[in-house]
């Protein structure tokens, strides 16, 4: 089991920033990939950016490619979202996910999810 809490959501005006923050606990973080989703209303739930557990390798949406950072931390058992440029069309809920091992760019394939965190980007 890994229980997951988003926090640093919240509302910003077009081009600015915001770094959520993902803490991890219940299996051994370095043992994890990790992701970031999110979802607008009306939407489906749409992949970010990802994370192996070494860090070695990171994948991004095509949408966010050069504005998004992720990077984690496995001492801190953390992983983060560094928000830059921030654009209406960003807004939605982001949600952190977990999977065992090997780094996952689809929804389907993370077991283990978090509460989710509001993003607003105002224009």
């Known amino acids: 089991q890994v229980q997951l809490v988003e926090s640093g959501g919240g509302l910003v005006q077009a081009g600015g920033s915001l770094r959520l923050s993902c803490a991890a606990s219940?299996?051994?973080?370095?043992?994890?990939?990790l992701g970031w989703f999110r979802q607008a209303p009306g939407k489906e739930r749409e992949f970010v950016a990802a994370?192996?557990?070494?860090?070695?390798?990171?994948y991004y949406a095509d949408s966010v490619k050069g504005r998004f950072t992720i990077y984690r931390d496995n001492v801190k058992n953390t992983v983060y979202l560094q928000m830059n440029s921030l654009k209406p069309v960003d807004t939605a809920v982001y949600y952190c996910?977990?999977?065992?091992?090997?780094?996952?760019?689809?929804?389907?394939?993370?077991?283990?999810w978090g509460q989710g965190t509001q993003v607003t980007v105002s224009s």
């Open positions: 996910a977990a999977a065992a091992y090997a780094l996952k760019l689809r929804a389907a394939e993370y077991d283990y």
């Open positions: 219940g299996r051994t973080f370095n043992n994890i990939a």
């Open positions: 994370i192996s557990r070494s860090a070695a390798t990171t």
